[in-house]
Every structure is written in C-alpha cells, then in structure tokens.
C-alpha cells in the first residue's frame, strides 16, 4: 500500500526529544524553539520568526496584531483551506472571496482591486502548493490601497518569489509544521514578521498577554500581565521533533523536487496528448514540491481514477471544498465577482502520495496505473 501522506522522520527526532526532557525545560521558548526561531530567521531573511501552536494560530496571532474588527473585509480566495477564514472570522470579520487562477490555483491578483471596498482591510494570499502568488502586484495593490497584507503561507516554507523567502512579503507569514506539510512536529506554525515594530507585541499576545519574554531576556525583573493574549506556544518537546528536521531541510527539500520532478516527467506524455494537466510553475516561483497534483477532465474522471488508484493500493486525495460553498462560508463569508475557476478547477484536481521517503519505483508505479487508466479508457 502507498499511503497519501507519511509524515517526515530523519530519525534524530526522538534523541532531541529525550534532550528536551533531560534539560527539565519542556514548556514552551526552550532552547529547541530557539534553535527553530533563529534557524527560520536565518532561513527566510525575516526580522522575527516566533514558533507557534498551529498556523491556524500563527493566522489568529496575525490578526490580532492587524486588530482586525467586527465587519471589516478580508480578501482571501475561497479555493484554501478553512484557517485561512477562520483566523479573521473569529475577530467577527468577513472573508470576501475572490476566484484563483487555474494556472496556480492561487488568488488571482487581478481580480482583487475589484472587491475592495471602504471596509476592507487587508489581503491573505494563499501560496498553494508552496507556489507564491504574484506577490509584486498584491503588495502594489495593498500599499495602494492601504491594506496589510497576511500570507498563508503554510504549504511555503523554502520557497521563493524573486528569490526572496515566502512569508517575508506581508506584514506577517504564517507556516505550518502540521504532519500534513513538509517538516513537522505534529501540530505547529510559526509566525514571521516583518516589522521589528510588531516584535514585542506579538511575543506579548503569544504569551497569555504577559512580557515573559523580556523577563527572559532579563530586560525587566518580574513579569506582568499587560495585555489581552492567549496562549500560542508549543511545548519545547515538540520544537525538538521539529528540529531534527529543520537540520535537514535541505536534504529533504531536495528529496521531494526529485519526486516531483519525476511525477511530472513520467505523466509529461499524458499531458502532450491533453489527456490531463500538470502543475504550472512560473518563472518567478522557486517551490518546495509541496505538493504533485493533476487535473483530469472532471469530478466523475477523478472519482473513477480514486477508485481504481484505490485498488492498486495507492491513497490519493483531494481537497478543498471551496469555502464560500461550505455551510460556514455561506454564513460568514461572501464570493466577489465570478466563480470561473474555484469550483471547477477543485474538482479536477488530485493529489498523489508525496513524501519524504517515497520510493522512486513507487512513483514509477503510480505513474503506470494512472497512465493504464487512461490508455483503456481511450
Ligand atoms: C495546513 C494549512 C493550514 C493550517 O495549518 P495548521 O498548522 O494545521 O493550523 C492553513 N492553511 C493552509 C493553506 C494549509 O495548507
């Protein structure tokens, strides 16, 4: 059986856990978040990168700090996945979804002047795949328009748009470490901000509304509660998981552009002869091979291919019901303009098993049953 998604493991992982434990320092900004903190830092060029509990969190933190209010627009699309609205909906705000691009399934840029209104605040592009949006003519149409700009940049990590790191754009970038995304530590995120100016604000609201963090840092001599907050950071035993696979990132990352590259040469034929389509990166966009999907001609196309990937043993899914059809975007949320692509496109795209550690004669395998599928069908 080929699993869908098997989540990274480098084998270091439990030894950095024990660490963790021996260190009797197992709660939350230990020094293995430190090492992940400096490391994406490092990695992504960003001012502050603060670990947290989810993305989804990350995205709530975001908010919070843009002090998102009841009523105010968000401009998001609607093809993503529901922390994307979440975030903003819980401040009472409404997620205004705008149609994507069949090209990269992202938020179409050029569709997003037309549904700013007087009460919209900001944009959350969604960098799917770990493909960047056209990010030059978003922040254009946000500084233009004086909105902020919060990447959901969960699938994005060691990707780039012009050679700079995604999550580093907007005001804030959200990661996910979830066991779904390429490095993990089961349920994570992170926070990147770009401004110092938002730094200790934020370290404020991740910290149940206390300046804890500046008492580590011995810059004040007791801690106090001095603003609303929450609680968003993860128990240094799972920054540890974590790291054992940020030290590898690379090696992994180079790993899954192999896969990927080999789905895509393996499926190319089928794609020559319009039988289906093929991931488009463009030319700006360095990706993480996130993700490999195809799109088939329709929903009943995919359904029988499922089934028949199904009984060769091999789990592929899809995903995204596009929000503003889902009972909780119908009641919150709103679609402007045209629904060309969002609807359409979700249901002709599949994901195939990728992951660290897939086999290349399990692609191989993959690749003969989706192309003897096709071959009998024609
Ligand atoms: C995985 C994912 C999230 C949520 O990440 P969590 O860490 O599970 O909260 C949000 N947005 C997108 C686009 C994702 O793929």
Known sequence: MINFNVPPFTGKETEYIQEAVRAEKICGDGQFTQRCNRWLEKKTGTSKALLTTSCTHATELAALLMNVQPEDEVIMPSYTFVSTADAFVLRGAVPVFVDIRPDTMNLDETKIEAAITEKTVGIVPVHYAGVSC???????????????????????????????????????????????????????????????????????????GTN????????????????????????????????????????????????WKRYAACLAPLKEKGILELPTIPKDCVHNAHMFYIKVRDIEERTQLIAELKEKGIMAVFHYIPLHSAPAGLKYGRFHGEDVYTTRESERLLRLPMYYGLAPDQVDYICKVIKEFFERRS
């Open 212 to 259: 804890r963090s500046k008492f580590y840092r011995g810059q004040i001599d007791k801690y106090t509660w001095v603003n609303y907050g929450s609680s968003y950071l993860p128990s240094d035993m799972n920054a540890a998981y974590l790291w054992a696979q940020l030290e590898m990132a690379e090696e992994i990352n180079e790993e899954r552009l192999a896969i």
């Open 134 to 208: 056209e990010m030059d003519a978003i922040m254009d149409i946000a500084r233009r328009h004086h909105l902020w700009v919060i990447e959901d940049a969960a699938q994005g990590i060691m990707s780039t748009y012009k050679g700079k790191a995604l999550g580093t754009f907007g005001e804030f970038g959200c990661f996910s470490f979830h066991e779904t995304k390429n490095y993990t530590m089961g349920e994570g995120g992170a926070l990147l901000i770009r401004d110092e100016s938002y730094v200790e604000e934020a370290e404020i609201l991740r910290e149940k």
